[in-house]
């Protein structure tokens, strides 16, 4: 009886219903009911790597960084390389406060998918706080300097202590107790300073808990009250030690003190930093070169990215041992700033460059960086044959299943606008097979826009409405209600298309039928009386022209072709046949 209520009690729907439900809710911030319906639809599809990402992410947002990781892990059992479970891994780990083992695997996703952003925060972020946990290598510096006599009189009080006659350092250690007794009040000023305006929550929790009348009762959601406050005391804890490993004190009064300082001041040190760390001083300007051309100010990523290739250009290769590489990054950036200005000429020259340098120095992810990059600046100038060209030459060089369906996507595209629809609709399938592979969602809309697109060139109408019908239901179910208009007008335009091919074939025939019957009408067959009379009249007529041969005998040829034409006339119908004529004559 219990086993048949448990069953009634299970899944009631979908699989693809939960997992949406989820992500709305995650959406709108209700984390633990998300939770909820991240883990129904797990108990569907136990093994489903997506909603495993994203409950991960949802333990992430309740501040559950053990079971975020274990459901990351879970995503990876079967593909190691997978980009969401690799990413929720490394922001699990960080979150965890293991800064050395994330950054290994921003690192991973980072060589897997170069393009993807948050790998490349990931490691900023991930060096940053093992920096200000553990100090940077360049920031230590020994000096010998000051008095040092104080080496020798802690070496003498440890002789000292040997000693067992000798009181005195046990009364010191008596008076480190009682200074240690205040302790508590520093570190709530430590906990103070490192949750700032969420210290007050904290105090707030913390009265609730003296309070026994309110913590007997509970809440709406069944929830014991006293759980719900100890729990966010538990949150606030784990995101204070978690502060404290990011960014201890001593590292936040540094910031402070370099934040104090002026503008002048602080270009100086950034030279000298340069010159100091050129490693480092290289990734912060590519970062920020990346991030100005991401928020829309390419002018401004321009600038830094010619200012940083001056200061690199003059440094030597032992400054900086990847040179030809960290160069050719830095002239696709220029390029891609260029080319967000609209200055092609400009940007395919910078483009080139990076090309030449991948292709001198034997740099494989130069080389397809700067091909994609050639077959973007081409497609943008209309020379589709050129980008094409390019394209497919980095295709053997893509590694991820979504590197390749944009390639294939793009492809087809050029070959749609060079007129070559059945290569772009050859295209456009590899290019959904690829996004499928990927599981991405956004991009097996476009591939199947694409196809759509080609096979109305291509004159298939009812493959293209079928085609533009799935589309349609990715953009519904994506909530693109941009690319959901734009759908349906292309949806209505192919349907009208249709009806006036089936309007204009039925016209014809139509008209084939009453030429059919007007030709019927223009000739038409002697009724039985008529033709009788007709054939008398002939007749008689005949026997005359007898008559006239027998009289006039050398007249008979110049005057039977006058005798026929009144007679057809005179008649109204068609003549009679000659042996038909013939054989009255002899009678």
């Not at 609730?208 to 809440?219: C, F, M, R, V």
Request: proline share 4%; charged share 40%.
């Amino acid at each position: 009886m219990y086993d048949e209520e448990e069953g009634e009690e299970g899944p009631k729907s979908s699989f693809v219903t939960y997992l949406s439900e989820g992500d709305k809710l995650f959406d709108n911030g209700e984390y633990r009911k998300a939770l909820e319906s991240y883990s129904t639809a797990l108990e569907i599809q136990p093994e489903d790597k997506t909603c495993l990402v994203a409950r991960a992410k949802c333990y992430l947002a309740l501040g559950d960084s053990d079971a975020a990781l274990r459901d990351a892990e879970a995503a990876l059992k079967d593909d190691k390389e997978y980009i969401k479970g690799l990413l929720m891994k490394a922001e699990a780990l960080y979150s965890k406060g293991d800064f050395e083992h994330s950054l290994v695997f921003y690192h991973r996703g980072h060589k897997l998918r170069p393009e993807v952003d948050e790998f490349r925060l990931g490691i900023q972020k991930a060096q940053e706080a093992i920096n200000n946990s553990v100090g940077a290598p360049s920031s230590v510096k020994l000096e010998n300097k000051g008095d040092t006599s104080f080496l020798s009189k802690q070496e003498d009080n440890k002789k000292a202590a040997r000693r067992p006659a000798y009181q005195k350092p046990q009364k010191q250690t008596t008076q480190k107790s009682n200074k240690q007794k205040p302790k508590p009040k520093e570190n709530q000023k430590t906990i103070k300073q490192l949750l700032g305006e969420l210290y007050a929550d904290k105090e707030y929790l913390e009265k609730l808990l003296k309070d026994e009348d309110l913590i007997k009762g509970s809440s709406q959601t069944g929830m014991a009250i006293y759980e719900l406050v100890t729990d966010g005391i538990q949150y606030l804890d784990t995101r204070t030690e978690f502060w404290r490993q990011q960014k201890p004190m001593y590292a936040r009064k540094r910031d402070k003190v370099v934040a104090r300082q002026g503008f002048q001041r602080q270009k100086k040190p950034r030279i000298r930093e340069a010159a100091a760390d050129p490693a480092n001083y290289i990734l912060k300007n590519l970062e920020e070169i990346d991030q100005a051309l991401a928020e829309g100010h390419a002018e401004e990523s321009l600038k830094q990215a010619e200012k940083t290739l001056k200061t690199v250009d003059s440094w030597s290769e032992d400054d900086v041992p990847n040179k030809p590489d960290v160069v050719g990054n830095l002239h696709s950036c220029i390029g891609n700033a260029l080319l967000e200005l609209g200055k092609m000429g400009d940007a395919l020259q910078h483009h080139q460059k990076d090309m030449d340098m991948a292709e001198k120095h034997n740099l494989e992810d130069a080389r397809s960086r700067a091909l994609d990059n050639l077959g973007r600046v081409y497609a943008r100038m209309g020379k589709f044959e050129k980008a094409i060209e390019n394209w497919e030459r980095k295709l053997p060089m893509a590694k991820t299943p979504l590197e390749k369906t944009w390639l294939y996507h793009e492809i087809g595209r050029c070959n749609l606008e060079l007129n070559e629809n059945d290569k772009a609709h050859d295209y456009g399938e590899r290019s959904f097979a690829e996004a499928q592979e990927a599981d991405d969602e956004v991009w097996q809309l476009n591939a199947s826009v694409l196809i759509a697109q080609a096979e109305v060139r291509q004159g298939q109408l009812e493959g293209a409405v079928q085609s533009f019908e799935r589309s349609l239901d990715m953009a519904k179910a994506q909530g693109d209600s941009a690319a959901e208009v734009a759908i349906r007008r292309a949806l209505d335009d192919v349907n009208n298309r249709i009806a006036k091919k089936e309007k204009d074939s039925r016209p014809s025939s139509a008209a084939k039928d009453q030429k059919t019957e007007e030709d019927d009408k223009k000739e038409p067959e002697p009724e039985p009386a008529e033709a009788e009379a007709n054939y008398e009249e002939d007749f008689d007529k005949e026997d005359d022209k007898e008559d006239e041969k027998e009289e006039e005998p050398v007249k008979e040829e110049a005057e039977e072709p006058k005798e026929e034409v009144p007679a057809e006339k005179e008649g109204g119908a068609s003549p009679v046949p000659e042996f038909e004529v013939q054989e009255k004559t002899d009678e």
